[in-house]
């Protein structure tokens, strides 16, 4: 581990999404080479996946470390980092910071989360409240966020960073708006697009579509086969393109979210040969690509960048509950006929500044860094600790073993979960019945943000 300007830091992060932000996000900085401690839950990356994530970054394999739970908080001590990235998903980083609580040393604590966040979600602030910073990535993020902090009573530092994803498009934008044709096969349509300027890189020929698969959404058997069967009808139409269903997880693996309802599954056995499987990292698979399909995948984003046109479905509605709302205006909304016959395309300009392309000067979260770098070294930060859970000792097993799962090898943490299990599936229960009275809710299309718990039935144990 090496520092910018005296600064040491290390990522903490256990699941795909998480390790290829982070690893982005700090590679970004100039003059840093961060250190990625992978810390073993039931998320944590394969070695083929950490390749993937780590492709593109300024990461090797020479800046990661592996270690169980127990071994973390001894490797910290040892290494002393100034700022530490607690990069995973909540109940993760809420573990984490309590291990850094009992650190002589303490870093700065940064959270943050590794895509597109809209809506802001209650449980995604609740968990995070005792960083020293949350890494947002738009304006209409921040926005939220403060809203959602402001309902909930809970104050986080924010900063605003440029999405790692799109940055290489942020180079392109230019004030000047053109009329520009996306054309992918045999179909056309017309969008409004900024086009580069002079110097700006050329891909080459692409023919490809690409479907980002997400575990989440849509949630739905029936809806999933119904993106099968678009994409099986997009392969047919034309024979002489690649329909590449582009996934994060080969079978054994884990990534992010729980996927119930896998493509491998869905899609048939003898498919047209031009439908294929890809792992490659995503902005591989965007390199070959005339046009990409999700549902609210951050690829979205990242195939922007490239200027790659999108489509993002939809045909299951606009709601909150499909991650989809944040395209409200992008001009990127689109059926599935429109896939099969390709007709994607560019946002809206109007669009990109408020959504994950804002100039790259507005960027300010490694100066926020850095200066609570300087507060911490100088005692004037005092430490947002991560208080004692209520239940006691029984409780922090609970919250230990659910992160780390058969990684927690306690009978403490055993039993906490025998006790705990249907307790907490009690309680998710009476919390869903609960419905806020002035907004904020899932079904809620009005607000960037939700008061209501998650409703994806999302577990960390597998």
Excluded at 235 to 246: D, F, H, I, S, T
Aim: no cysteine; charged share 25%; hydrophobic share 40%.
């Amino acid at each position: 581990m090496t520092d910018a300007a005296g600064i040491r830091v290390v990522a903490i992060a256990d699941a795909d999404s998480f390790v290829k932000w982070s690893a982005a996000l700090l590679g970004a900085v100039p003059g840093l080479r961060p250190h990625l401690l992978l810390v073993r839950t039931p998320l944590t990356v394969s070695a083929a996946q950490e390749r993937t994530a780590l492709a593109g970054t300024a990461l090797g394999p020479e800046d990661v470390t592996r270690v169980s739970f127990a071994e973390a908080a001894g490797w910290l001590a040892g290494q002393r980092p100034d700022v530490v990235v607690l990069a995973g998903r909540g109940p993760f980083v809420r573990l984490m910071g309590r291990m850094i609580d009992a650190l002589e040393h303490r870093p700065v604590t940064v959270s943050g989360l590794p895509g597109m966040a809209i809506p802001a979600q209650r449980g995604a602030l609740d968990y995070r409240r005792h960083t020293d910073l949350l890494v947002l990535h738009s304006h209409r993020e921040l926005r939220a966020f403060e809203e959602l902090g402001r309902r909930i009573g809970v104050q986080v530092p924010t900063a605003l960073a440029t999405l790692p994803f799109a940055r290489r498009r942020q180079r392109l934008l230019r004030p000047e708006r053109v009329r520009a044709e996306a054309v992918v096969g045999g179909g056309s349509g017309v969008a409004v697009a900024e086009r580069p300027g002079p110097g700006a890189p050329v891909r080459p020929p692409a023919t490809d579509i690409v479907f980002a698969a997400q575990a989440l959404v849509p949630a739905t058997r029936a809806e999933r086969a119904e993106i099968a069967a678009t994409l099986v009808r997009a392969a047919e139409a034309e024979p002489g393109r690649r329909v590449v269903v582009k996934l994060r997880s080969r079978p054994g693996e884990s990534e992010t979210h729980l996927e119930r309802e896998p493509y491998h599954d869905l899609l048939p056995h003898r498919r047209p040969p031009n439908l294929v499987y890809s792992y490659d990292p995503m902005a591989t698979a965007l390199e070959t690509a005339a046009g990409l399909v999700t549902v609210s995948s951050t690829a979205a984003i990242e195939a922007t960048a490239l200027g790659v046109p999108v489509i993002a479905l939809d045909s299951f509605g606009v709601s909150k509950s499909l991650l989809n709302t944040v395209f409200v205006g992008s001009g990127l909304l689109g059926g599935r006929s429109e896939v099969v016959s390709g007709r994607f395309r560019h946002p809206h300009p109007d669009w990109l500044r408020d959504n994950y392309f804002h100039p790259e000067a507005e960027s300010t979260w490694w100066e926020r860094v850095e200066r609570l770098v300087a507060l911490r070294r100088s005692g004037a930060l005092p430490p947002r600790r991560v208080p004692a859970a209520k239940g006691g000792s029984m409780h922090e097993a609970w919250h230990r073993a659910s992160v780390l799962g058969g990684e927690d090898r306690t009978v403490q943490g055993a039993m906490a979960l025998a006790v705990g299990a249907p307790m907490t599936r009690a309680l998710a229960a009476v919390r869903g019945r609960r419905t806020p009275s002035d907004g904020g809710t899932w079904a809620d299309s009005t607000t960037d943000y939700t008061l209501e718990p998650n409703p994806f039935h999302d577990s960390l144990r597998r």
